[in-house]
């Protein structure tokens, strides 16, 4: 059996450190087991992609004779970062009984025997765990002595009940390999190992080499063996006698420790399987080495006429090595390969005033660590005083109200006081227009705009650069209001009167209409009401857009009489005067209920009982629904009252 590498990960864990064996107890008796994934292969039970755990027993397959103390190790492989185990171990008591439960590596800081019970063959609750760290890599858990009873056969050595938990204190399901014990009366050994060279454990070897092994078998019977490495080297051997096996190792990389697996089978002999693994380290490869930059780290006051970015790199083992210097912003970059150690420049060029430049240097050898180094730097140039442009007389003025739709042109002068080139940009939310300029000098800059909305408050940015001179940006926002809507006005003329109409019979008429508000207002009209008497017609019945430059509108009104047999009736008009097959044709503005204008309507058929005065009364109906001041002056005249008195 060979000795097993031994290391800890001191990586701390997100659990908080166990700090009692109740603790450690508690864990693995309350999280779920698992009786993992079982293999027979020994090449199979470790993995060096590190993401499988394998626990295994070791050796997986003994002989023994009657009486015989032999051992066994329960090993674990883990494939990611743990922090104990706890396994029930079943075996046959007709053949062979458990002595003791020893802790096989100091590495683990709690351990716990478990119950042996010969009489069923068990061994229950062995543990181990650590505190406050983890295990990353092989390690032996269990050294686990038996005797052989005075019966031939062979017992199965078979772990279950296994709990492997990581360091987050969750289970891990592990691949396991059991094992088996034969009890033979007549006893022949299988091959054993000797010490390898390098030894196990060992650091600091070549990157090619050969890995050598005495393999013995203790009757001198011949044997096949095999010796393979984690990076996919191997060698073996069949029919050989005692001696050292070799495996010759080339390829391997720095810094990176591998696993050699060697199993060796005496067929005519014991017919066993001796297997056993060793672990081996390379030595390291520095990567380079970057110092010394010029200009300094942080550095500020630079001038502007600097030509030259300087940093030492250098190799610790003397590889060559390929380098790069890039900047941001650009002002240059260099690079070389196949490079031995000493300084390394960049030319630059085009540097600006009071502006942090970063240079970012980056060093590779790989034919040795093959590891790169990356170094960044900054450093900021002089000051150098120049004022960014300015802006005056805006038009519109800032705030501007009541701005005609018709205007068109927005601008501004935009000056920079040395007289440096300008970029500029006129912008406009809600968008109506934008417009910029580059390298230009100072003057007057225009904006042209179009599609403007009453009523609607506009702004407008303009911004600036000197790129030459201060390269700094100078915005100013200005906002203005454009005029209110014109409002329109309804106004009617005529009235509808039809006399003595036979019934059923048609009569037309006509009155007209138009728009007598503000100048460019627009008016949209409809025929809301009219008399619920007749069949009406209306021509148009509406319209939009109309306004006071377009004049008067004419409306055809077309009325089929009642047929109906004449009979005394009343209609209820808007004033709350009643009188016989009158009425009034409403027409409102659509946009304002409160303008609108009623129409009288008037129509007699022969049978019709018509007022003698009604004429009359209709006449002043509509001049005071045309002059609503005038009824105020009238009321004081008798015969107004006496007229007012018949139209009731």
């Excluded at 990076?231 to 005692?242: E, F, L």
């Excluded at 005519?268 to 672990?279: D, I, L, P």
Aim: aromatic fraction near 10%; charge should be negative; include cysteine.
């Amino acid at each position: 059996m060979g000795e097993s590498m031994k290391k800890i990960s001191k990586t701390k864990r997100s659990l908080k450190p166990v700090t009692t064996f109740l603790t450690i107890i508690l864990i693995f008796s309350t999280i779920g087991l698992t009786n993992g994934i079982e293999t027979n292969n020994i090449a199979d039970k470790f993995d060096s992609s590190r993401g499988t755990t394998y626990l295994s027993i070791v050796p997986a397959n003994q002989t023994v004779g009657y009486g015989d103390t032999f051992h066994i190790i329960v090993h674990v492989d883990p494939g990611e970062p743990i922090i104990g185990v706890q396994i029930d171990l079943s075996f046959n008591a007709t053949l062979v009984h458990a002595v003791s439960v020893a802790k096989a590596d100091d590495t683990w800081e709690f351990f716990q025997s478990g119950i042996i019970n010969n009489t069923s063959g068990e061994i229950h609750a062995a543990a181990v765990a650590v505190f406050g760290t983890t295990v990353s890599i092989p390690i032996d858990c269990f050294n686990i002595t038996f005797t052989a009873q005075n019966t031939v056969g062979t017992s199965p050595l078979t772990l279950h009940n296994v709990i492997i938990t990581d360091q987050n204190a969750s289970p891990i399901t592990p691949v396991i390999t059991n094992g088996q014990v034969t009890v033979s009366s007549t006893v022949n050994l299988p091959p054993t190992f000797g010490t390898p060279s390098p030894v196990n454990g060992s650091t600091g070897q070549p990157l090619s080499f050969s890995w050598n092994i005495p393999i013995n078998d203790p009757e001198g019977d011949l044997f096949s063996w095999s010796i393979q490495c984690s990076n996919g080297q191997s060698s073996s051997g069949s029919s050989a006698s005692n001696g050292t096996k070799s495996l010759p190792l080339s390829g391997l990389a720095y810094s990176t420790t591998y696993t050699v697996w060697v199993n060796a089978t005496d067929p005519s002999g014991s017919g066993q399987t001796t297997s056993g693994y060793y672990t081996f380290t390379t030595e390291s490869n520095d990567p380079p080495q970057i110092t010394n930059p010029s200009p300094v780290n942080g550095s500020t006051g630079v001038p502007i006429s600097t030509t030259t970015l300087s940093i030492y790199i250098s190799d610790p083992d003397g590889d060559t090595f390929s380098w790069s210097i890039q900047t941001s912003p650009n002002i240059g970059s260099n690079s070389g390969s196949s490079a031995s150690n000493g300084t390394k420049t960049c030319t630059i060029s085009g540097l600006q005033y009071n502006t942090t430049y970063y240079w970012f240097v980056n060093a590779t050898d790989p034919s040795g660590s093959g590891v790169t180094t990356y170094k960044w730097y900054y450093f900021t140039t002089e000051t150098h005083i120049n004022d960014p442009p300015s802006f005056s007389n805006e038009i519109p003025p800032d705030e501007s109200a009541n701005v005609p739709l018709s205007t068109s042109i927005l601008s501004v002068d935009i000056s920079d006081p040395e007289g440096d080139n300008i970029d500029w940009t006129i912008q406009t939310i809600p968008n109506v227009g934008s417009s910029s300029g580059t390298g230009q000098t100072s003057g007057t800059k225009t904006c042209t705009i179009s599609g403007l909305a009453y009523n609607t408050t506009y702004t407008w940015i303009v911004s600036a650069i000197d790129p030459s001179g201060s390269g700094e940006w100078t915005t100013e926002t200005y906002i203005f209001t454009t005029e209110n809507k014109p409002i329109p006005d309804l106004m009617c003329y005529g009235d509808l009167t039809w006399l003595n109409v036979k019934k059923g019979s048609t009569v037309q008429d006509s009155f007209t209409l138009e728009n007598i508000g503000e100048p460019n207002s627009e008016l949209d009209w409809k025929i809301e009401s009219w008399p619920d008497w007749g069949v009406w017609t209306f021509n148009p019945s509406s319209g939009e857009n109309l306004k006071p430059s377009d004049g008067n509108v004419t409306i055809q009104v077309t009325v089929v009489a009642p047929n109906a047999r004449i009979r005394p009736r009343t209609i209820q008009n808007p004033d709350g005067k009643l009188s016989s097959y009158q009425g009034y044709v409403k027409v409102v503005n659509k946009e304002s209920s409160n303008d609108y204008y009623n129409i009288p309507v008037l129509l007699t058929t022969p049978r019709t009982k018509t007022n003698p005065n009604l004429f009359l009364i209709t006449f002043l109906q509509k001049l005071i629904d045309r002059f609503p001041m005038l009824e105020k002056y009238l009321q004081f005249f008798p015969i107004f009252n006496l007229i007012l008195k018949l139209s009731t």
